[in-house]
């Protein structure tokens, strides 16, 4: 099955090709272990084809504009011969299933346009299982041939930094008066972000402008300590999201990113840490889910929890013996899944 439904992601005629994106992703998202196993073999038959694309991550509080931009970004790069997929990654959906993403028709115009693909968030399981199955998703619509994936979250939470691990480019979104470019660097966001867009700047442009200086001048400190990005220094915009002025200033500078990065390297290096990264995040999610559901250590749990509490026993000798009564079984391991609901 996994290998029909990979053909029809490559090779499929439009509609078959839709149905096939949208039954592979929900075949990544189911967390039985059987789906597991064709999904694997389904992400290993995708893989060579992946890697084509530029990864956009947007980020911003609930009502900055996040939609309305995407739908004015998404348009106009259909309009230069792009194709492209949005997902998202709404932490709210994970941890109380509710969405501050919101459930109405997001993105009406892009919504049904051929040549765009919209995903909502994955809902239930951990963060990191949600940011999982995003960037599963996220490598479906690659081979499918969707050459611009746009990962979107909230400013929330931890999930810009799930975002900005699986993206290519980090944007931040803001707004020009909110004082949330205090938050955001409080939160240690502001240092993932490329680039920072000020949007709204049609309902007060004073105000937009000194968000900008402001703003661009924290960042010049953030980034003296913050990653190496090469001749790449963030950068500001201002934009109308509603009326769509300045989205292809944004696009500018956007392809200027990508290549300054790809000239001196920095982003297939980016892309390999990335991976590796996950790799070793599911990795432990998955240790410590068959950890948590060995019988050994799930008998000495409660006395040695309590010992501990009651300060009987120092916290490092409680987790040196439940880690020495874990015997994993390999059947535990892999089978469990890394998405499942661990705790
Ligand atoms: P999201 O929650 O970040 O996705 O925000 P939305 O895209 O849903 O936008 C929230 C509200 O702000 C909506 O009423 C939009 O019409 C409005 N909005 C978005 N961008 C702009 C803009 O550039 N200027 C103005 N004046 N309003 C905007």
């Avoid at 609930?62 to 998202?88: C, D, M, N, Y």
């Avoid at 937009?208 to 402001?214: F, P």
């Avoid at 703003?215 to 769509?244: C, E, F, H, M, N």
């Avoid at 300045?246 to 990335?274: H, K, Y």
Wanted: hydrophobic share 45%; net charge neutral.
């Amino acid at each position: 099955m996994a290998h029909a439904l990979a053909e029809q992601v490559l090779h499929g005629a439009a509609v078959p090709q839709r149905r096939a994106i949208a039954k592979s992703i929900t075949l990544l998202e189911s967390t039985r272990p059987d789906h597991r196993a064709q999904g694997d073999q389904l992400l290993t038959q995708l893989l060579p084809h992946t890697g084509n694309s530029f990864r956009l991550g947007i980020s911003g509080v609930p009502g900055v504009g996040k939609s309305t931009f995407i739908e004015a970004l998404g348009l106009f790069l259909i309009g230069q011969g792009h194709r492209v997929a949005v997902l998202t990654i709404d932490p709210s959906s994970s941890v109380s299933g509710g969405s501050i993403l919101g459930d109405k028709t997001r993105m009406e115009q892009l919504s049904v346009h051929e040549k765009a693909y919209i995903r909502p968030s994955p809902s239930g399981g951990t963060l990191g299982g949600v940011a999982e199955k995003t960037r599963e998703a996220m490598l479906v619509c690659e081979a499918a041939g969707y050459d611009v994936v746009i990962v979107e979250t909230v400013g929330v939470g931890q999930s810009e930094t799930a975002v900005a691990g699986m993206t290519d480019m980090f944007v931040l979104m803001q707004l020009p008066n909110a004082g949330d470019d205090l938050q955001a660097i409080k939160k240690g966001v502001m240092e993932l972000a490329d680039l920072v867009v000020i949007n709204k700047a049609d309902l007060d442009a004073d105000a937009a402008t000194r968000a900008q200086a402001q703003i661009t001048s924290a960042l010049r400190l953030l980034t003296q300590q913050g990653r190496d990005r090469g001749r790449w220094q963030p950068q500001v915009l201002q934009l109308s999201a509603l009326k769509a002025v300045g989205v292809d200033a944004f696009w500018a500078t956007v392809c200027r990113f990508r290549e300054l990065q790809s000239a001196d390297g920095r982003l297939p290096a980016r892309r390999r840490q990335q991976a590796l990264a996950w790799m070793w995040e599911r990795i432990e999610a998955g240790l410590k889910q068959a950890f948590r559901q060995d019988p050994a250590v799930r008998d000495l749990l409660p006395e040695l929890t309590g010992a501990v509490e009651a300060g009987r026993l120092p916290a490092s000798t409680a987790a040196r013996r439940l880690l020495g009564a874990f015997r994993p079984d390999g059947a535990v391991a892999a089978g469990g899944g890394a998405a499942g609901p661990e705790t």
